[in-house]
């Protein structure tokens, strides 16, 4: 089996039987596989010698946007971004990302831990679930990679050589439209509830707020800090058993670090928007007000304990506090855009589109609010509380 073709239930088994070691991890035969993919893009099967314990997880990329269809062509190279990001997260990560078992280049096959008894955060959280170590465990996970792969961990010449081979064009561009550009736009991609007609047409009309969304993707396009996730919304995320993994680094590249905070701290105020329609426990609630503090605690309680490690002692302590300093409104910034793009973009969230039909538009509507706010008044919003502070405040007005 030497050229790629995308895999299926049936063809799992002969692909292990030309992988031994892989194979030696799930030798019954026959194999329980099943395909889960449930993201936007890739193939993801479980497989197993025994249903009830873990076998292992395989992931391929089509060379298509799955939800699409092969209308919307894309890259396989995706697979092997994300190899690589696991590959040098491994190192510093811990368990906050799957064991990698290794990567197939002719088939763009990923093998990892299949992580049974675990389910996505995104499921967990709409369920209200609570799952108190995952804000904190992400907060590190972020300044992990923030500080091991950047100028603070690394020497320069070796940065720039990964740097150059985590170059992701394709999945870049998917980002720079998805979420900068189509939702302020008129475009085939985007969608939203007849009743958003009106806040939509505001939005997109709304000189300011374009602004803020250009200077967002502008830094996007040209702040290499460190091999970033690219993509950590609570869908990317699993959770279970005390423990919190961070998976689906396919579109990490040498970023912006304020990204990935603000990727989670959008999906934290969506979940707190349908926590309210919902109206959950106090105690749930809380849980989810509790995502963007304490991640940002844990993000920056982890950067200082590194600190005196960094490999170029000019950057001073003084630096370090400037540029916290920026990624936090940076990362306020990312969170509005990450928000806008899942209620009026092309990728919507079951946050919200699993909520009784009546209760969708005032909810994406509050979302709106909230990521207008927190991107035009964030210059103004000097701590977690005064950001979280917007959140409860539009869902008060919803
Ligand atoms: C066409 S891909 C749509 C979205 O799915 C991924 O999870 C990313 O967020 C991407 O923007
Ligand atoms: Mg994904």
């Known amino acids: 089996m030497t050229t790629y073709r995308p895999l299926t239930t049936d063809t799992v088994e002969a692909w292990l039987d030309d992988h031994p070691t892989l194979r030696a991890a799930v030798p ?4 329980h596989v099943r395909e889960v993919g449930d993201g936007n893009l890739n193939l993801v099967f479980i497989v197993r010698d025994d249903p009830a314990h873990a076998g292992l997880v395989l992931k391929q990329s089509l060379p298509w946007v799955r ?14 971004h994300e190899a690589d990001a696991y590959a040098a997260y491994q190192a510093f990560a811990g368990d906050v990302i799957p064991a990698y078992h290794g990567f197939d280049p002719t088939w763009y096959v990923i093998a990892m831990e299949d992580l049974a008894g675990l389910r996505v955060w995104r499921g967990a959280l709409n369920d209200g679930e609570v799952h108190a170590g995952a804000a904190g ?21 070796a940065l720039k050589r990964q740097a150059a081979l985590a170059t992701n064009p394709e999945l870049c561009r998917i980002t720079e439209d998805l979420v900068f550009s189509e939702p302020y736009t008129v475009h085939e991609h985007n969608w939203h509830h007849p009743g958003m007609d009106r806040v939509v047409a505001g939005l997109r009309a709304d000189v300011a707020v374009r602004t803020e969304v ?19 919304h609570t869908g990317s995320v699993m959770v279970g058993g005390g423990r919190t993994v961070a998976i689906d680094p396919e579109f990490a590249f040498y970023g912006p670090v304020a990204y990935d905070l603000g990727a989670l701290w959008a999906n934290a105020a969506i979940a707190a928007v349908r926590a309210a329609v919902l109206d959950r426990p106090a105690d749930f609630r809380a849980h989810v007000a509790d995502i963007l ?27 370090l506090e400037r540029w916290l300093a920026s990624v936090w409104g940076d990362a306020l910034g990312y969170a509005a855009a990450k928000a806008v793009r899942r209620m009026i973009g092309f990728a919507h969230v ?32 000097g701590d977690p509380k005064a950001a979280w502070s917007v959140v409860t405040e539009e869902i008060a007005r919803s």
């Open 28 to 31: 019954g035969s026959p194999l």
């Open 67 to 80: 939800v699409f269809g092969e209308g919307w062509p894309l890259t396989v190279e995706r697979a092997r």
């Open 137 to 157: 465990a992400l907060g590190r996970f972020v300044a992990r990679l923030a500080f091991h792969t950047s100028v603070f961990g690394m020497k320069p010449e």
């Open 214 to 232: 250009a200077a967002l993707k502008h830094h996007f396009m040209t702040t290499a800090e460190a091999l970033i996730h690219g993509d950590l």
């Open 293 to 319: 503090p304490v991640s940002w605690a844990a993000f920056t309680g982890e950067l200082w304990q590194r600190w005196p490690g960094r490999v170029d002692p000019f950057l001073t302590d003084a630096f």
């Open 350 to 381: 079951t946050d919200i589109e699993t909520l009784e039909e009546s209760a969708r538009t005032v909810a994406a509507a509050t979302v709106v609010r909230i990521a207008r706010r927190l991107l035009l008044e964030r210059d103004g919003l």
